[in-house]
Nanobody, 125 residues
Framework: QVQLVESGGGLVQAGGSLRLSCAAS????????MGWFRQAPGKEREAVAT????????YYAHFVRGRFTISRDNAKNTVYLQMNSLKPEDTAVYYC??????????????????WGQGTQVTVSS
């Protein structure tokens, strides 16, 4: 059974940084796309950043481009999200996700199969 555990969320002032981690267990995900999504109160979950199996190809939502960086360590079955220059509008629950099998697409919520429980990120103004 796949298990994804996020960590690293918290409260930070605007302009600050946080680094989220997501450790996957249950199988190797070295050949699976992984990604980060977020959901703010009253809003739908949206993609933040995703990575193909190697990390050589990445996708960033326009609202985080240049501020957030996704990376992965396949040897540790872990994906990271470095978040810099945080803004109050980045406040949300952040979720890690992984594909159950390879797909040609790895950009949207429907492309992913397993999800973590989420970690809260709060950015104060």
């Amino acid at each position: 059974q796949v298990q994804l555990v996020e960590s690293g969320g918290g409260l930070v002032q605007a302009g600050g940084s946080l680094r989220l981690s997501c450790a996957a267990s249950g199988r190797s995900f070295s050949n699976r796309a992984m990604g980060w999504f977020r959901q703010a109160p009253g809003k739908e979950r949206e993609a933040v950043a995703t990575s193909n199996w190697s990390g050589g190809n990445t996708y960033y939502a326009h609202f985080v481009r240049g501020r957030f960086t996704i990376s992965r360590d396949n040897a540790k079955n872990t994906v990271y999200l470095q978040m810099n220059s945080l803004k109050p509008e980045d406040t949300a629950v952040y979720y890690c996700a992984v594909q159950a099998f390879p797909r040609s697409s790895w950009y949207t919520e429907r492309d992913f199969d397993s999800w973590g429980q989420g970690t809260q990120v709060t950015v104060s103004s």
